[in-house]
C-alpha cells in the first residue's frame, strides 16, 4: 500500500521543541523530493518545507524558516521535522505530502495550497502549542 504515515504530534511548549517523523511505504522513496504541509484552525493549507531527494537540498517557507529543520534518512523511508523556538502560531494540523503537482514558486503563494497540489498525502498530526 502506497503511503505516509506522520506521527510525534501533541502538546508542545511556546519555545519549545517538537519532532515529526513521517514514515513512507509502497514506493521508492529515495526517488521523490518530501516536504511537510500544514493546517492551522480556520485557516488555509499553508506549504513549509521541502527535502530533495539526497536530503542535502532543503526549502523553507519564511513562516518557519530558522526555527525548523527537514531532514531524511533514506535507509528508513522517514522525513523528519525538526519544530524548535515554537509560537503560538505553530498550532495546526502537520501533513508530509510528495509526489509534487506545483512549482515550489506556486506553494509559496499565500491560498495556493490545495490537495490537488499533492499526489500524495499523510492523514496529518496535530501539534499544539501552548503556555
Known amino acids: 500500500v502506497v503511503k505516509l504515515v506522520e506521527s510525534g504530534g501533541g502538546l508542545g511548549q511556546l519555545g519549545g521543541s517538537r519532532r515529526l517523523p513521517c514514515a513512507a511505504a509502497?514506493?521508492?522513496?529515495?526517488?521523490?523530493?518530501t516536504g511537510w504541509v500544514r493546517q492551522a484552525p480556520g485557516k488555509e493549507l499553508e506549504w513549509g518545507s521541502r527535502v530533495e531527494r539526497s536530503g542535502v537540498i532543503t526549502y523553507y517557507s519564511d513562516s518557519v524558516k530558522g526555527r525548523f529543520a527537514i531532514s531524511r534518512d533514506n535507509a528508513k523511508n522517514t522525513v523528519y521535522l525538526q519544530m524548535n523556538s515554537l509560537k503560538a502560531e505553530d498550532t495546526a494540523v502537520y501533513y508530509c505530502a510528495t509526489d509534487y503537482k506545483v512549482s515550489l514558486a506556486a506553494l509559496r503563494v499565500r491560498l495556493s495550497v490545495t490537495r490537488a497540489s499533492f499526489g500524495l498525502w499523510g492523514q496529518g498530526t496535530q501539534v499544539t502549542v501552548s503556555s
Open positions: 509502497g514506493f521508492p522513496f529515495i526517488s521523490v523530493g
